[in-house]
């Protein structure tokens, strides 16, 4: 069992950045591919962004909305993944949620068919 906590969520204006973080309880971490997803009021909970689980050559991946705008890394020494989002717009408000997977392809990061999910934190983006 894996617990994740995210943190970070908040308040911003358009333009502005936040920075979205995701503590993992697990002394494998590294074994775990790590995903932002977003669920806006009223919508389906969509793929933000998703880092793959290979130690020596981490690979990205970025829906094509926030692609340039948004920055997902992780740190192994803190058990941690993080979500830099810069050049906020009001559609990028909803609640966030951090994501684990333990299996699947580099191609299939964007499925929601991950393990593990932390409870949420919220961003709010005012214009």
């Known amino acids: 069992q894996v617990q994740l906590v995210e943190s970070g969520g908040g308040l911003v204006q358009a333009g502005g950045s936040l920075r979205l973080s995701c503590a993992a309880s697990?002394?494998?971490?590294?074994?775990?591919?790590m995903g932002w997803f977003r669920q806006a009021p009223g919508k389906e909970r969509e793929f933000v962004a998703a880092?793959?689980?290979?130690?020596?050559?981490?690979?990205?991946m970025y829906t094509d909305s926030v692609k340039g705008r948004f920055t997902i890394s992780r740190d192994y020494a803190k058990n941690t993944v993080y979500l830099q989002m810069n050049s906020l717009k009001p559609e990028d408000t909803g609640v966030y949620y951090c994501?684990?997977?333990?299996?699947?392809?580099?191609?299939?990061?964007?499925?929601?068919?991950?393990?593990?999910w932390g409870q949420g934190t919220q961003v709010t983006v005012s214009s």
């Open positions: 697990t002394r494998t971490f590294s074994s775990y591919d």
């Open positions: 994501a684990a997977r333990r299996s699947g392809s580099y191609s299939e990061m964007g499925r929601s068919d991950y393990d593990y």
């Open positions: 880092i793959s689980r290979t130690w020596s050559s981490s690979n990205t």
